[in-house]
T-cell receptor, first 116, second 113 residues
Framework: ETGVTQTPRHLVMGMTNKKSLKCEQH?????MYWYKQSAKKPLELMFVYSLEERVENNSVPSRFSPECPNSSHLFLHLHTLQPEDSALYLC???????????????FGPGTRLTVL | TQLLEQSPQFLSIQEGENLTVYCNSSSVFSSLQWYRQEPGEGPVLLVT?????EVKKLKRLTFQFGDARKDSSLHITAAQPGDTGLYLC?????????????FGQGTILTVHP
């Protein structure tokens, strides 16, 4: 248990579906992240939220829409995905210090997404 | 764009053998982290190295940060089946990069009994 939980753990969806991934951290951190982990590719940073403001959007297609209602919760809303979006989606949190020091990132277990 | 080249990508060894995983870049990092990831789980931090030339030991694992802070290595002595997993290195550019870690491709280690 790293203090970061993700639901659901597995998700199968069609290309026309709308679904959401949820992440919750119980560590009191002020920064949260979404990563995509595909086979044979390095972990890709998608979004970063610091103090509930999005500070990084790493050229992610608009069919992925993040939401951070408070410092403990992070969502990833999915709409009209493509089969190539199938991957493990990981959430992480950390304690940022004025954006200068990157502290340890604690990862959740991930959501295994399959797009049919 | 900063890149981290991690090698080898796959490593299959017998219990008791030693191994080294390498992480190389042309970029300088303010710190470098090593993670281990098991199937069905997220990466778990093993160590962070910050100072050029730094060596850290964690039981049978030895981590080294290059003098120029562009490369790092992970050495495992007398590997055990419990060491099996995906090992990831990640570099932090520092400054105002808002926690942007650059990850290597990972090394899948299998230790056979």
């Amino acid at each position: 248990e790293t203090g970061v939980t993700q639901t659901p753990r597995h998700l199968v969806m069609g290309m026309t579906n709308k679904k959401s991934l949820k992440c919750e951290q119980h560590l009191g951190h002020n920064a949260m992240y979404w990563y995509k982990q595909s086979a044979k590719k390095p972990l890709e940073l998608m979004f970063v939220y610091s103090l509930e403001e999005r500070v990084e959007n790493n050229s992610v297609p608009s069919r992925f829409s993040p939401e951070c209602p408070n410092s403990s919760h992070l969502f990833l809303h999915l709409h009209t995905l493509q089969p190539e979006d199938s991957a493990l989606y990981l959430c992480a949190s950390s304690q940022e210090l004025a954006g200068i020091i990157t502290d340890t990132q604690y990862f959740g277990p991930g959501t295994r997404l399959t797009v049919l | 764009t900063q890149l981290l080249e991690q090698s080898p990508q796959f490593l299959s060894i017998q219990e008791g053998e030693n191994l080294t995983v390498y992480c190389n870049s042309s970029s300088v990092f303010s710190s470098l982290q090593w993670y281990r990831q098991e199937p069905g789980e997220g990466p778990v931090l093993l160590v962070t190295v910050v100072t050029g030339g730094e060596v850290k030991k964690l039981k049978r694992l030895t981590f080294q940060f290059g003098d120029a802070r562009k490369d790092s290595s992970l050495h495992i002595t007398a590997a055990q089946p419990g060491d099996t997993g995906l090992y990831l290195c990640a570099g932090d550019a520092g400054g105002t990069s808002y926690g942007k870690l650059t990850f290597g491709q990972g090394t899948i280690l299998t230790v056979h009994p």
